[in-house]
């Protein structure tokens, strides 16, 4: 796929415009290629016994169908779908500064759900959410779905339902070329960035020696703090830190992947049918190669035979 003429344009006009899988046991999964997102080993992804994310998700009760009664159809007789979403994460959620869209990963997967709705991928509405926003949104009913590089974990599920992993990233390290540090145990009494209310300040935090976590709405916030100084590292996913590494080429990713992020689509409690629905989406556009589509598109990379 060739990319769009606007993935050419000058990284500063970039920057300034932006201010997979069921995974059940027994099914098959869908991940980035290994080359390009590795996960952590077995045992670090490990949960307790009463809560397993990656397994946590409903199974689709068959094709995806817009049933009376249904969420979908309350979705449907409203006309459009409201989903959540960055606009600041480059390859991911992003606003396309030439005709003022939002477009990524997370966004084909929003278009894709909304065509499986109302025949039409066009028919959403997108209400632009930083990462402290996820819940309150989806729990307060302001958004019916969001898709924003969000992390299934123990804590989240208490609050919300995701779909089955969609992505799968791991937390790295992005500093500047000329920095010494290989990785975040280098970083011991600096300042290092991420957003508020990600997984990513939390692991931050826990870290040894310690890091000075600091907290921003948005990771271009955090990219503009690097610039300036006033930080000495961006923590967070590796999907999240390629796209700021390509808006400046003065930057660098070190370090071993030492979490595993996998990605969920986050939909109210309220709505299991609406849960298995969006699964159902998921895995038709696995076998259909749209999702092996999209992911070469805007990660960069073929997703291989292994990724499937």
């Not at 480059?90 to 869209?101: A, C, E, I, S, V």
């Not at 966004?107 to 402290?132: E, L």
């Not at 400046?248 to 689509?265: A, H, N, R």
Request: proline share 7%; aromatic share 8%.
């Amino acid at each position: 796929m060739k990319p769009r003429s606007w993935l050419r344009l000058p990284l500063p006009l970039l920057a300034a415009a932006a201010i997979a899988t069921w995974a059940v046991p027994g099914s098959a999964a869908v991940t980035a290629p290994a080359a390009q997102h590795l996960t952590a080993p077995a045992a670090a992804r490990a949960a307790t016994p009463a809560c397993n994310p990656i397994a946590s998700s409903l199974r689709p009760a068959g094709p995806p169908q817009v049933t009376p009664g249904s969420f979908m159809a309350t979705i449907r007789a409203r006309g459009y779908l409201i989903a959540g979403v960055s606009q600041s994460t480059y390859h991911f959620g992003f606003l396309n500064p030439l005709d003022g869209k939002i477009e990524g990963f997370d966004v084909d997967m929003v278009h894709a759900i909304a065509k499986a709705i109302f025949g039409n991928p066009n028919k959403v509405v997108f209400k632009a959410i930083s990462d402290d926003q996820r819940i309150p949104a989806i729990r307060s009913g302001a958004v019916d779905i969001v898709a924003h590089t969000m992390t299934i974990n123990c804590e989240r599920l208490k609050d919300v339902d995701f779909s089955s992993v969609y992505f799968e990233a791991g937390q790295q390290v992005l500093v500047l070329k000329n920095s010494r540090a290989k990785s975040l145990a280098d970083l011991g009494g600096k300042k290092v960035c991420a957003t508020a209310g990600s997984t990513s300040i939390a692991n931050i935090k826990a870290a040894r020696p310690r890091p000075i976590p600091v907290a921003a709405a948005n990771f271009t916030d955090c990219l503009v703090l690097l610039q300036q100084g006033d930080v000495a590292a961006i923590s967070t996913d590796n999907s999240i830190l390629d796209g700021l590494k390509a808006q400046d080429p003065w930057t660098k990713i070190v370090g071993p992947v030492f979490t595993s992020e996998p990605y969920g689509l986050a939909i109210s409690q309220q709505h299991p049918d609406f849960v298995r629905f969006v699964n159902a989406v998921l895995q038709q556009l696995r076998t259909d190669g749209q999702w092996v589509a999209s992911y070469a598109h805007w990660v960069g990379a073929p997703a291989t035979a292994q990724s499937l």
